[in-house]
């Protein structure tokens, strides 16, 4: 499986986002995928992930209400949309994915195999 994230920028605080992750080589229908970020000095961290059939989510308590992650399986694609961000949003952000044999999330960053390349957002005050 290969995942391709996109659309990281700069972008003041309030502002909105929306993050793409495209995979290919295999349909995603069956997998748990998972956003994190990575700030410089800090460890990868999860923010949202979203179950293979898209019933069950999950957010760090620092983005519930602003962030929104969504999946079409139809095109193979996952997303983040990230609305009224602020400064301490700006990371390195990847999208990742695991098979789940059920339709569950996966909270840890150890779970998942297979990692898209990041893509930078950063916030300015």
């Known amino acids: 499986v290969q995942l391709q994230a996109s659309g990281g920028g700069l972008v003041q605080a309030g502002d909105s986002l929306r993050l793409s992750c495209a995979a290919s080589g295999r349909t995603l229908s069956n997998y748990v995928v998972g956003w994190f970020r990575q700030d410089s000095g800090k460890e990868r961290a999860l923010v949202a992930a979203?179950?293979?059939?898209?019933?069950?989510?999950y957010y760090v308590d620092s983005v519930k209400g602003r962030f929104t992650v969504s999946r079409d399986n139809a095109k193979n694609t996952m997303y983040l949309q990230m609305n009224s961000l602020k400064t301490e949003d700006t990371a390195v952000y990847y999208c990742?994915?695991?098979?789940?044999?059920?339709?569950?999330?996966?909270?840890?960053?150890?779970?998942?195999?297979?990692w898209g390349q990041g893509t930078l957002v950063t916030v300015s005050s």
């Open positions: 990742a994915a695991d098979y789940a044999i059920v339709d569950r999330v996966k909270l840890d960053t150890d779970a998942y195999d297979y």
């Open positions: 979203i179950s293979p059939s898209g019933g069950r989510i």
